[in-house]
């Protein structure tokens, strides 16, 4: 059983920095790729980036590019996004999941190709 839990998440004002990290554990991630998505209320949930877990390869939601960076940590099966120069428009649950599918070439980017989630973590961005 794949498990993951997010953390990092709070409260900080615009232009601020938060760091979010997505454990895994149940399984060995050898060719598994990491996305994370963030949510409102009433909205679908939004593709903000994902990573390869061998590959490297990256990918980032339009709204984020530039200023967030999603980055793994192999060892501690951790994958991270790093939020700088946040805006009140990123407030949301951000979500990180796993494939359990291989990809190796491409980062999916719709949450259908992911498998596993984790419970959530809330951004809150004040004005």
């Known amino acids: 059983q794949v498990q993951l839990v997010e953390s990092g998440g709070g409260l900080v004002q615009a232009g601020g920095s938060l760091r979010l990290s997505c454990a895994a554990s149940?399984?060995?991630?050898?060719?598994?790729?990491v996305g994370w998505f963030r949510q409102t209320p009433g909205a679908e949930r939004e593709f903000v980036a994902a990573?390869?877990?061998?590959?490297?390869?990256?990918s980032y939601g339009d709204s984020v590019k530039g200023r967030f960076t999603i980055s793994r940590d192999n060892a501690k099966n951790t994958v991270y996004l790093q939020m700088n120069s946040l805006k009140p428009e990123d407030t949301a649950v951000y979500y990180c999941?796993?494939?359990?599918?291989?990809?190796?070439?491409?980062?999916?980017?719709?949450?259908?190709?992911?498998?596993?989630w984790g419970q959530g973590t809330q951004v809150t961005v004040s004005s």
């Open positions: 999941a796993v494939t359990r599918g291989s990809f190796y070439y491409r980062t999916p980017l719709t949450s259908s190709e992911y498998n596993y």
């Open positions: 149940g399984r060995t991630f050898s060719s598994n790729a």
């Open positions: 990573i390869t877990w061998s590959g490297g390869r990256i």
